[in-house]
């Protein structure tokens, strides 16, 4: 079984503060991706990454950068952030070849 | 890029009804179309998908179809049950290049008992 993990479910932050959301696999998967999950607007791509240190910016990713130094690892990362960040980020990994992607359980941040 | 469009945004139907959710994507170069479904609280999962080469497939109570000249594709859903109340969303991906992934904005299905 794909087992992708996110650091936190729950994340309260306040605005200006730098944050860190991290994702964890264990397939051995070459591509990552990072979404956030608005009412209304569905998955929207944030940044992913399709081999180390390699990524590619998403549809939205404007105040947000990424990090990926390990295979396994993809840190999102919210230099600043801000009111309109609050929403659900979700994690997914996908294989190289045509594969579903697997998602993580998700992370409901929220900034004050 | 990719834009891919997802109607209706909510649906309910009485048990035991169909429900279809359609999709439309903008780039002729997408060849994969998969459909999650994300039951409340819980992580997207892939139900069904299908490729650019085929026009329909079907998995028990649940089918896609596919008219890549419109360019649309549809998720059938028969005989509906209550477990089937979810949100659910399509998407398109280019399986050359990066393997970019779009998904539509979601239908949130009720099946009313």
């Known amino acids: 079984d794909v087992k992708v993990t996110q650091s936190s479910r729950y994340l309260v932050k306040r605005t200006g503060e730098k944050v860190f959301l991290e994702c964890v696999q264990d397939m051995d998967h070459e591509n990552m991706f990072w979404y956030r999950q608005d009412p209304g607007l569905g998955l929207r791509l944030i940044y992913f990454?399709?081999?180390?240190?390699?990524?590619e910016k998403g549809d939205i990713p404007e105040g947000y950068s990424v990090s990926r130094e390990k295979k396994e690892r993809f840190s999102l990362i919210l230099e600043s952030a801000s009111t309109n960040q609050t929403s659900m980020y979700l994690c997914?990994?996908?294989?190289?070849?045509?594969?579903?992607?697997?998602f993580g359980p998700g992370t409901r941040l929220t900034v004050t | 890029g990719e834009n891919v469009e997802q109607h209706p945004s909510t649906l309910s139907v009485q048990e035991g009804d169909s429900a279809v959710i359609k999709c439309t994507y903008s780039?002729?170069?997408?060849?994969?179309f998969p459909w999650y479904k994300q039951e409340l609280g819980k992580r997207p999962q892939l139900i069904i998908d299908i490729r650019s080469n085929v026009g329909e497939k079907k998995d028990q109570r649940i089918a896609v179809t596919l008219n890549k000249t419109a360019k649309h594709f549809s998720l059938h859903i028969t005989e509906t049950q209550p477990e089937d109340s979810a949100v659910y969303f399509c998407?398109?991906?280019?399986?050359?290049?990066?393997?970019?992934?779009?998904f539509g904005t979601g239908t949130k299905l009720q099946v009313i008992p």
């Open positions: 998407a398109a991906i280019y399986s050359g290049g990066y393997q970019k992934v779009t």
């Open positions: 780039d002729s170069a997408s060849n994969y």
């Open positions: 997914a990994t996908k294989g190289h070849r045509l594969y579903e992607q697997y």
């Open positions: 990454s399709y081999d180390v240190k390699m990524k």
